[in-house]
């Protein structure tokens, strides 16, 4: 099942990138140009992860920011990601918080003035990791309650590597969107 969802998920945003390309080499090839660097190294990164079970959370997040490069271009928007107490030590899933990000696009709509803001904070206790990315936009309602391939990739991934020691919580909230990965020691 892990396979299956890490192989669909690659496809749909490629796609959707490609014809985004081609519309942005006929009106900018200066934008074209930044967008093919941008998904060329968003997916030479994510290439030498998709098959590693754990990644630094330093290359997950340098994984995000060419996503957020991609999808400035692709929606002509402007993206900033901030992170606090980051243990640049640990290790998270590949992809899992890449997938957030793009939750959280999804969930959001840009501001009609300033950049969309996704925040990742980072938490730890005695028993537990918490990883919080919080969007600060205008939110979105989701156009049902069905579960989508991102979140179910997520689950898989966190299934994987941590058994049933972990929680996913994603919601709309006043100031955008919020999703909140527990792991628990």
Known sequence: KTQLLKKSIQPHFLLNTLTCLTELIEQSPKAGVKLIIALGGEFDLF??????????????LELCRYHLQVMQLRQNADYVLETADIDPAESIPPA???????????HSISPVSGPVIFTLKYTRTATRKTYQLEVKA???????????????YIKARLKENYGDAWKLESAAVPEGWSSTITLYT
Request: glycine share 10%; hydrophobic share 30%.
């Open 47 to 60: 290439s030498r992860m998709a098959e590693q079970k754990l990644v630094p959370i330093g290359q997950e």
């Open 96 to 106: 899992v918080l890449h997938t957030l990000i793009e939750n959280g696009i999804t």
């Open 138 to 152: 205008l939110p979105r309602r989701p156009k049902s309650d069905a579960e989508g391939t991102g979140t179910a």
